[in-house]
């Protein structure tokens, strides 16, 4: 029978009392840890850090036009490639057989990476000019995350910063058209759009959803012989 | 007795020398990641460079321009991302201890490794570059195809292949390719911000395809030889660049002999010291008069001699002549241009052709360029009016109508003031006498709202300066106004007659019919 790794820690040492719940928190925190070492979460929140350093360091810099509204959609990309990253699992099918909680655990760590991502982001930009404010941060961070999940869902876990670096250009440019005529106005290239639209908004909420919920259930494809 | 042979022993096959490279460069070709990687540049590509490329007026010059900095933006997040991926793959695997122990020493299977990943990247930047100059070709009235820029982007590409291939060979890690692909973006993008004047070491990024703020120039190789001193500059930066990082892959430790390891710390050393005089060249570059920078150690002073070129004339009252590559806009320089001619041709004093100048240029303050024509625009025993086309001056890529419209309020008044002689210092007779052209060849309005000031007319010829005609119920005005309302033959028999003496300022606003 296989059993999740939570269960299969009996709590040996405790007396009598709640010692299977103080086991049970025990070994759901290692299985966090676990998680959080395999998948590189600790490197990944790294990443978002020095974005968030960077893009407060850039901001405090003379930039034209451009620059000062195409800036902060590069370190949003970053940090939406680093979450994205983090989906590639290092033990492949072994883990999907007996992880019960897997699935929780993936959605847990997208949702509080990116949390995290767009709270460093926005935190970065406070006292400062950041071109389109938290608004733009939270949407841009969470579509752009989601394209990234739904490149590990379909690609692999390795490969999914294909995704959010291909966005990156069209995103850029959608900005640079802003001002060079005929704009592009789509909403799926919301970082083209104004932070309070709300097809935009809607757009990178469906691809952020969309790609949550396919991490959660399937976990990022596993290439052959790829590991990390 | 039967006598048996022994059997012949095998002879080893004898190898051909490179053969064995060529070998592992097919297998790298067909497992590599750049493979799969081109249908996402070569779309990116398109996106962001071609369309916007082949929307650009079908001038040579211009469509290279504007190529080039997209180009490399669109093919650098790629290309590093999958060297990078590419330069960790040993890692990645898990087989670094189990290709070590090969007879190929490591510095040699990374090359090959990056070799092939460029080859990828090139095979489809090539495709991208052939439909551009294809169309060009296909589009393009004069002028030969401009190769220097296409060179710049190529290198830019091996050049971003090998630091992407550095990045994931010296840091394996599932966030060095995303992290290569975006900082490669991002430092090429922001590399332009630091640009400032003609003399600046950034020009060496391979995204700047001539003197920055100036924008892509439509007048570069027209009436000039294009230069290719930046060019030349950034390719052998990004020559130096590349075999800099590439040699200091065989530096560590453990990476070959040490014969090998004194060989890469020589090729690293000698790119650094090209690389580093690139850069010292562009910075010693300067805007020239015809719009492009000029590197005194890479100028070929024959470079600076006016193109030659038969113009290509238009069939209006006094024909219209423009540079050959501007042939497009003759039909709209032709409409927008002929009822003012109409209005002059014949007249004694006239010009016998309008013929279009080459700009000239001028470093400003900071990262501003002037434009202007340089000389009288009118002058020569039979008079040839010379003026600038709109889209010879920086600002935004115009439309015909927009030309057009630029052409009649700018160029018009130009062409009229420059036979009656008006212009700062011109008696109100002659102004009044401009403005009343102008109405009758539907410039100006008759009665309409104006500029509402005196300030006299832009001398002529002047490019981009609006016509202020005299003010509604001033005197001028309503002497514009009653000249403009005769019949055109009294009109220019007036004109035939009185002309000189209009020019010559004898004439007052009361002496006008």
Redesign the interface.
């Known amino acids: 029978m296989i059993t999740g790794g939570t269960r299969a820690a009996p709590a040996t040492t405790a007396g009598p009392g709640a010692p299977r719940l103080t086991g049970s928190f025990r070994a759901g925190i290692r299985l966090v840890r676990l998680y959080a070492t395999g998948r ?1 979460i600790p ?2 929140l790294t ?1 978002i850090v020095a974005c968030a350093l960077g893009l407060r360091i850039a901001l405090t810099g003379h ?2 036009s451009y ?1 000062a509204l ?2 902060p959609l ?1 370190f949003e ?2 940090a939406a ?2 979450i ?2 983090t989906a ?1 699992s290092p033990l492949g099918e072994p883990e999907r057989l007996t992880g019960r909680w897997l699935p929780y655990l993936r959605l847990a760590a997208t949702l509080a990476l990116t949390a995290a991502a767009v709270g460093a982001l926005a935190a970065a930009g406070t006292g400062a000019h950041l071109a389109g404010g938290t608004l733009d941060v939270l949407r841009n961070v969470a579509g752009i995350t989601g394209i990234g999940l739904l490149c590990a869902a379909t690609i692999s ?3 999914a ?2 995704g ?3 966005y ?3 995103g ?2 959608a900005l640079y058209t802003q001002w ?1 005529h005929p704009a592009l106005t789509t909403p799926w290239l919301w970082p083209g759009r104004p932070p309070h639209d709300l097809g935009a908004a809607i757009c990178a909420g469906l691809v952020f959803a969309a790609g949550a919920a396919v991490i959660a259930v399937r976990g990022a494809r596993d290439l052959p ?4 | 007795m039967t006598a048996t042979r022994a059997p012949a022993r095998p002879v080893p096959a004898t190898r051909r020398p490179g053969l064995a490279p060529a070998r592992l460069l097919g297998l790298e070709l067909r497992h590599n ?1 750049m493979l799969w ?1 081109m249908p ?1 540049a070569a ?2 590509f398109w ?2 460079a071609g369309r916007k490329t082949l929307a650009s007026p079908p001038l040579w010059n211009l469509r290279v321009a504007v190529m080039q900095p997209n180009a490399v ?2 093919f650098a ?2 290309v590093a ?1 999958a060297a990078a ?1 590419m330069g960790s793959r040993e890692s ?3 087989t670094t201890d189990l290709v070590n122990i090969t007879a190929r020493p490591r510095p040699a299977r990374l090359l090959i490794t990056w070799a092939a990943t460029t080859c990828w990247a090139l095979v489809a930047y090539l495709a991208c570059v052939a439909v551009v100059y294809g169309v060009t070709a296909r589009q393009a009235t004069w002028g030969a195809p401009l190769w220097w820029p296409a060179v710049v982007a190529a290198a830019s590409l091996a050049a971003l292949a090998a630091l992407g291939f550095a990045a994931g060979t010296l840091v394996p ?3 060095t ?3 290569a ?2 900082v490669a ?2 430092a090429l ?2 590399s332009t ?1 630091l640009i400032n004047g003609s003399q600046s070491y950034w020009l060496i990024s391979p995204v700047v395809a001539g003197p920055w703020d100036l924008g892509p120039n439509p007048e570069v190789g027209t009436f000039y030889a294009y230069l290719p001193d930046l060019p030349m500059a950034q390719v052998i930066f990004l020559a130096g660049l590349t075999a800099a990082v590439l040699g200091a892959l065989a530096l560590p430790t453990g990476s070959g002999i040490r014969t090998l390891r004194r060989s890469a710390a020589a090729v690293t050393t000698a790119g650094l010291l090209v690389a580093g005089t690139a850069v010292v060249l562009a910075g010693t570059g300067r805007l020239d008069a015809h719009g492009m920078i000029a590197i005194p150690a890479l100028h070929d002073a024959a470079s600076d001699r006016p193109l030659r070129y038969t113009p290509v004339c238009g069939h209006t009252a006094i024909p219209i002549c423009l540079n050959p590559a501007y042939a497009s806009y003759l039909p709209a320089t032709e409409a927008a241009l002929a009822p003012v001619l109409g209005q002059v041709a014949g007249l004694p004093g006239a010009p016998a052709r309008i013929s279009q100048a080459a700009a000239t240029y001028q470093q400003g303050p900071g990262n501003s360029v002037g434009i202007g024509m340089a000389g009288s625009p009118i002058g020569g025993t039979h008079p040839v009016f010379h003026f600038l086309l709109p889209v010879q001056l920086a600002g ?1 890529v115009l439309t015909t109508s927009e030309m057009a419209s630029q052409l009649r309020s700018a160029t018009g008044p130009g062409i009229l003031a420059s036979v009656t002689g008006d212009g700062p210092g011109a008696s109100k007779a002659q102004h009044a006498v401009t403005t009343a052209l102008l109405m009758a060849a539907g410039v100006v309005p008759p009665g309409a709202p104006t500029a509402g000031n005196n300030v006299p007319p832009p001398a002529a010829g002047a490019g981009g300066e609006r016509y202020a005609a005299p003010a509604p119920g001033s005197p001028a005005y309503a002497a514009a106004q009653r000249f403009a309302a005769l019949p055109a033959a009294v009109r220019r028999g007036w004109l035939t007659q009185h002309l000189g003496a209009l020019r010559a300022g004898r004439i007052g606003l009361r002496q006008l019919p």
């Open positions: 590189r490197a990944a990443v930039w034209d620059g195409q800036l590069v990309a970053v490639t680093a994205a990253a590639a876990g390795g490969l910063w294909i959010p670096v291909a990156l250009l069209p850029v440019y060079h012989g790829e590991q990390d | 990641a990687m996402v779309a990116l996106f962001t933006l669109a997040s790629p991302g991926w990645r695997r898990r890690s599932r966030f390719a995303p992290l692909a975006i973006f991002f993008g922001l911000q935004p």
